[in-house]
C-alpha cells in the first residue's frame, strides 16, 4: 500500500482498529472473568486498572482545575461509571453485539434530541424498529432476557448523561476530563466489585487478565481515536464509530460462539444505519469531546 493511500485511509483503520479492541476487550472479560468474579467484578477490575493506566498516562495533576471543572468531571465519572456497570449487568444473559445496540439508543436520543430538524424523524423511526425487533415486548417471540435488556437501557441512560456531564467539562483538555473522569468512576463501581466478590479481585489470574482488558479496552481506543480525531471532521468520526454495534456482534460470534438470528441482525443495521445517519445530517457536533471519548472507558 503506498504512503498517500495508507494516509487516505488511515482514519478509518485506526476507528476500527478502535472499536475492535474494544470489542475484544470485552469479550475477554465476558469471557475470563464473568465466571470467577462476575460483572461486579469484572466491572472494578476493567475500570479499576483502566484509571491506573489512563491516569498514569495523562498525569492530570499537571493541570489546575476549578470547582465548577470539578464538580462536572464527578458528575462525568459517576456517570460513566454506571455506564460501565450497567452494561456489564446486561452481558450476563444477553449477546455482546445486541447489548451494545441497545446502548447505543442512549447517544442517539442526545444526539436527535439536540438537533429536533425533520430529518431526524427518519433515524427515530429506524431506531425504534431496531429496538423494537429487540426488546422483549411479547410481539415478536423475543428471547432476550428481560432484566438484561432493562441493565442494557440503564447503561443507554448513563451513556447520555454521560454526553451531558461531559459537554460541562468539553473546554478541557481530553486527557484531563477522561483521567479525572475514569479515577471518579473507579471510586463508584470498585467498592460494588469489592462487596460482591471480595478476595476473588486479589487473584493472580484474575490480576493479570484485569490488566490486558483495561490495556486492550482503554490504552489502545485512546491513542487510535486520538490519532482519527486529529484527522477527520467530528461528522465524519461518529459516522465510523457507529460500526461499533455491528462489530461487537461479530466478535461476539468469533470470540464468544454468541449466534444471533436474521431478525436480530436486521435490528443491528437498523440501529447503526440510525446511528450513522444522525451523525451524517448533523448540522453541527451534538455531543463533541464527550462522544469521542466514551470509547476510552466503554462499554462496549
Request: proline share 5%; glycine share 10%.
Amino acid at each position: 500500500m503506498s504512503a498517500s493511500l495508507l494516509q487516505r485511509f488511515f482514519p478509518f483503520l485506526a476507528v476500527l482498529g478502535s472499536v475492535t479492541a474494544l470489542g475484544i476487550g470485552t469479550s475477554w472479560a465476558k469471557h475470563w472473568l464473568f465466571p470467577v468474579v462476575g460483572a461486579q467484578g469484572t466491572t472494578a477490575v476493567r475500570v479499576g486498572f483502566s484509571a491506573l493506566l489512563v491516569l498514569l498516562l495523562w498525569r492530570p495533576w499537571r493541570w489546575p482545575l476549578s470547582r465548577a471543572d470539578a464538580r462536572a468531571i464527578v458528575l462525568y465519572g459517576a456517570a460513566l461509571g454506571g455506564m460501565n456497570l450497567m452494561f456489564y449487568m446486561s452481558l450476563r444473559t444477553l449477546p455482546f453485539g445486541l447489548a451494545v445496540a441497545i446502548e447505543f439508543s442512549g447517544p442517539l436520543a442526545v444526539a436527535i434530541w439536540s438537533s429536533r430538524r425533520a430529518v431526524d424523524f427518519v433515524w427515530v423511526a429506524l431506531a425504534m424498529a431496531g429496538l423494537g425487533m429487540l426488546l422483549p415486548l411479547g410481539l415478536n417471540g423475543s428471547t432476550l432476557d428481560p432484566v438484561g435488556v432493562l441493565y442494557a437501557l440503564g447503561a443507554a441512560v448513563f451513556w447520555a448523561l454521560y454526553i451531558v456531564f461531559g459537554k460541562r467539562a468539553g473546554h478541557l483538555h481530553a486527557g484531563h476530563t477522561v483521567s479525572l473522569g475514569l479515577l471518579v468512576a473507579a471510586l463508584v463501581v470498585v467498592p460494588v466489585g469489592v462487596v460482591h466478590a471480595g478476595a476473588a479481585l486479589l487473584s493472580p489470574s484474575v490480576l493479570l487478565i484485569g490488566v490486558a482488558v483495561a490495556a486492550v479496552s482503554s490504552a489502545i481506543p485512546i491513542s487510535l481515536e486520538m490519532m482519527a480525531l486529529k484527522r477527520l471532521p467530528k461528522e465524519a468520526f461518529g459516522i465510523m464509530i457507529s460500526m461499533e454495534p455491528a462489530v461487537a456482534a461479530v466478535l461476539a460470534l468469533m470470540l464468544l460462539g454468541e449466534h444471533l438470528s436474521a431478525i436480530q441482525w436486521l435490528a443491528i443495521g437498523c440501529i447503526v444505519a440510525a446511528s450513522m445517519g444522525s451523525a451524517a445530517t448533523a448540522a453541527r457536533p451534538v455531543d463533541g469531546r464527550p462522544m469521542d471519548s466514551k470509547k476510552i472507558a466503554a462499554s462496549a
